[in-house]
């Protein structure tokens, strides 16, 4: 829908006649099912077998309950089922999309890291004050940064960019947040931002940042150099090196021809314009 898949990885789970079923589907699912199933629980005066499924940082500590670290996320209240489908029309529209352009694992490798990296983190404030959560939105706003960080000039809603979106979406749940003093649930809405970012940015897909660049920099092993023996000359050389630089951008021209210049994020435009030069070094030497 936004862009093209970039990943060797990314591969349907399995197929429904001739429509694929991803990662992200499966996840829409089980979230379906789980809010359906959590809606005849209370309906049968059984509510309370979510309380045994919510993150609490007392029973962790307490009885050892490590499985509200995991399953926090799938407890949807019935009284919340409307922004819970909304939430699971966005995840089902973004979450592909990024999930075609990391691939299968490295989705499932996020969308691992946001689910129980702010439940770690709320375990151990729990040492100082008792934290419980339940639901997945600030999980699934994660999906929608990462999104946001591999298409950041995507137009959206009333042809705004993605990455405004994010921008201001983010500021208004932090100031709702901070306007009622929710600071355990603000510290697990900017580590999802905060881990969904980096996430992308490890992967190589997001905006280049100069102060990570450095940070990179001081820390990668320095390259060790070889002699090599003087490569003999052959004909064709230069046909070749162009075949290369067309192949090597073939992916952003396709990108291009489906949704304008204008969808390409940033590394994207440098990797054209560097191809560009070196193919007109080229024909200048020919």
């Known amino acids: 829908m936004f862009g093209v898949t970039t990943s060797d990885d990314y591969r349907p789970v399995a197929w429904m006649g001739r429509y694929p079923v991803d990662v992200t589907t499966m996840l829409v699912g089980v979230h379906v099912a789980a809010a359906i199933l959590a809606a005849i629980l209370v309906a ?4 309370s077998v979510l309380l045994w499924l919510q993150f609490d940082s007392a029973a962790i500590w307490s009885t050892g309950q490590v499985w509200r670290l995991f399953t926090y996320a799938f407890v949807h209240a019935p009284s919340g089922l409307l922004w819970f489908a909304i939430e699971m029309y966005l995840l089902f529209v973004f979450g592909r999309e990024v999930e075609r352009f990391l ?3 490295a989705y499932i490798a996020l969308y691992g890291f946001l689910l129980v990296t702010p439940a770690a983190l709320l375990t151990i404030w729990g040492l100082w004050e008792r934290c419980a959560i339940a639901g997945s ?5 994660g999906i929608f940064i990462a999104f946001a960080t591999i298409y950041p000039r995507v137009e959206l809603l009333l042809r705004i960019m993605a990455k405004w ?11 709702q947040l901070l306007a009622y003093h929710a600071w355990s649930d603000l510290m697990v809405l900017w580590t999802s931002i ?3 970012f980096l996430f992308v940015e490890l992967n190589g897909a997001g905006p ?18 070889h ?8 004909t064709g050389g230069s046909r070749s090196e162009s075949e290369d630089v067309y192949t090597s951008i073939d992916p952003i021209l396709d990108k291009i ?19 560009r030069e070196r193919l007109l070094k080229n024909q200048s030497n020919l």
């Open 103 to 105: 691939g299968r694992r």
């Open 227 to 234: 002699v090599l023996p003087k490569p003999r000359a052959r």
């Open 165 to 175: 979106i994010a921008l201001i979406l983010a500021a208004v749940y932090t100031f």
């Open 208 to 225: 280049e940042l100069a102060w990570w660049n450095a940070v990179k920099a001081r820390f990668a092993s320095r390259p060790k150099y």
């Open 137 to 141: 939105p600030e999980l699934h706003f």
């Open 194 to 196: 905060g881990v969904a």
């Open 44 to 47: 049968f005066g059984a509510g």
């Open 257 to 275: 021809s489906k949704f304008g210049i204008g969808s390409l994020t940033a590394s994207e435009r440098r990797q054209l314009d560097r191809e």
